[in-house]
C-alpha cells in the first residue's frame, strides 16, 4: 500500500531562479542546512594528501552516471548497482589531480576517454566537472576497468563501490589471493580512491552472504588488514549500509568501529513505497546516528523518483539544505533508472535527464559554493 504524502506541497520556484541560488548561497554562507550545529571534530585514518580527505568546507559533489551501449545509457551485468553485492601516489592537497583544482572547463576533452561520453554529458548539463564518479564492480570483476582508469587519469576522484563475497569465506582466508590483487592494483593507481565495499549489507537481501553483524566486520577487518599489509595508503575506506535500517532494522550494529572506518555512508533513496518524502526524512535516523561519530559523512545514491513529477525540482531544493549539514562532506547522486522494474515504474527512475526543471534545480545544488569546494569552473547555462 502506498503511504501517504509526508508533507504538505510548498509553493513552487521556478527553475533557476536567482532568488533560490542567493538563498542557497545565503545558508552556505552561514554554515548551516538542516538546522544542525558546528560538525563534531572529525577523524580519519586515511593518509592525509595520499587518500581522499574531506574539504575543510563545504562538500564534493558526485555522480553515479551508467555507460551507454548503443546510444541508450544502461548498466553492465558486470558493474550494476543491482549485482553490486554479489557482485594513485597521491598529491599534497589530496585532490586526484594533484594540484588541488582543476586544468580546465568540463568542455568535454575527456569525452573520448573509455566510459567517459555519459559522465562528460552528465557535466555538462550540471554545468561543472564532478567531484566524484562512482563506479560498480562486483566481486571477482577486475580492477581497474576502463571507466576506472579514464577517471583516475584526470582530477576526479573515483568511488568504487565493490561487491562481496560470503563474509565467513573471506574470513576463513578463501579469497585472500583475490583480496591481495585488488590491494595491490589499487595501490598501482597511485591516485586517491573512496572504497565502498559491500555497501547496504544490512539489507534482508544481503543475509545469505553476510550471514551477521559480526560476521560483516570480521570480514571488513580482515580485508583491512590485507590492504594494510600491501601498504595501500591511497584509499579511504567508505562503510555504507542503507539509510532505512537505521528505522526498520539495525544497521548501527554492522559498523566496524571509528578505527577501522574513514568515512561513513549512508544509501538515501526516498523509497519506492512513499507517494512523496523528502531527504530530510530518508536520512533522519541515520543523521541522528551519525552524530555520535567523528566521521565525515558521505550521502551516496541519493535521487528524486520521476513519479513526483513537477514537485521534482522542489524535492531537490529541499535537499540542498538537508545536505549543508556541517558533517556531510560529500554526495553523490544516481543519477539512473536502472532499479525500475519496468518503464512504467517511475518511483524507482531517477535519471534527471529530459526533465529541464529537475536538471536546472540539480544544477543549482551542483554549482552553489558550498558543494564545489575545489571551487571547480561553472560554465553558463
Not at 56 to 81: D, H, I, L, N, Q
Not at 236 to 259: E, H, K, L, M, T
Request: aromatic letters at 8%; one cysteine or more.
Amino acid at each position: 500500500m502506498v503511504k501517504a504524502r509526508s508533507r504538505t506541497a510548498r509553493a513552487g520556484v521556478p527553475a533557476g531562479a536567482p532568488i533560490v541560488i542567493a538563498a542557497l548561497a545565503a545558508l552556505t554562507a552561514a554554515g548551516c542546512g538542516s538546522g544542525a550545529g558546528a560538525a563534531p571534530k572529525i577523524t580519519t585514518t586515511a593518509r592525509a594528501g595520499v587518500a581522499p580527505t574531506p574539504p575543510t568546507k563545504g562538500a564534493y559533489f558526485g555522480a553515479w552516471v551508467p555507460p551507454e551501449v548503443r546510444g541508450k545509457r544502461t548498466s553492465p551485468s558486470t558493474s550494476s548497482p543491482t549485482t553490486a553485492s554479489d557482485t594513485p601516489s597521491g598529491s599534497p592537497s589530496g585532490s586526484p589531480s594533484g594540484s588541488g583544482g582543476p586544468s580546465a572547463k568540463p568542455t568535454g576533452k575527456d569525452a573520448g576517454k573509455p566510459g567517459m561520453a555519459p559522465v562528460v554529458g552528465f557535466e555538462r548539463q550540471l554545468g561543472r566537472q564532478l567531484d566524484i564518479v562512482q563506479n560498480y564492480a562486483s566481486w571477482k570483476a577486475p580492477f581497474p576497468g576502463d571507466l576506472d582508469t579514464s577517471v583516475l587519469s584526470g582530477n576526479r576522484y573515483l568511488l568504487l563501490t565493490w561487491g562481496s563475497a560470503d563474509t565467513k569465506e573471506i574470513v576463513q582466508g578463501t579469497h585472500d589471493e583475490l583480496i591481495r590483487d585488488r590491494a595491490r592494483a589499487i595501490k598501482a593507481t597511485g591516485k586517491p580512491v573512496f572504497l565502498r565495499w559491500s555497501r547496504d549489507m544490512d539489507k534482508k537481501s544481503a543475509l545469505p552472504r553476510v550471514h551477521s553483524a559480526a560476521d560483516f566486520i570480521a570480514a571488513w577487518k580482515h580485508l583491512r588488514t590485507i590492504f594494510k599489509q600491501e601498504k595501500v595508503d591511497n584509499v579511504a575506506w567508505v562503510w555504507c549500509p542503507s539509510a532505512r535500517g537505521f528505522g526498520s532494522g539495525n544497521a548501527g550494529s554492522f559498523y566496524p568501529g571509528d578505527g577501522e572506518v574513514d568515512w561513513i555512508c549512508a544509501d538515501a533513496q526516498p523509497g519506492g513505497d512513499y507517494d512523496y518524502r523528502d531527504l530530510s526524512e530518508a536520512v533522519k535516523l541515520f543523521m541522528e546516528w551519525a552524530r555520535g561519530r567523528a566521521k565525515p559523512i558521505m550521502i551516496a545514491e541519493f535521487g528524486v523518483p520521476q513519479s513526483y513529477g513537477e514537485r521534482r525540482a522542489e524535492w531537490l531544493r529541499a535537499a540542498a539544505k538537508t545536505l549543508q549539514d556541517p558533517q556531510i562532506k560529500a554526495v553523490v547522486y544516481f543519477d539512473s533508472d536502472e532499479q525500475a522494474d519496468d518503464p512504467r515504474d517511475k518511483r524507482r527512475a531517477f535519471s534527471v535527464t529530459g526533465d529541464k526543471r529537475a536538471v536546472s534545480a540539480l544544477r543549482e545544488i551542483a554549482t552553489t559554493p558550498y558543494f564545489n569546494p575545489r571551487n571547480l569552473p561553472v560554465t553558463s547555462d
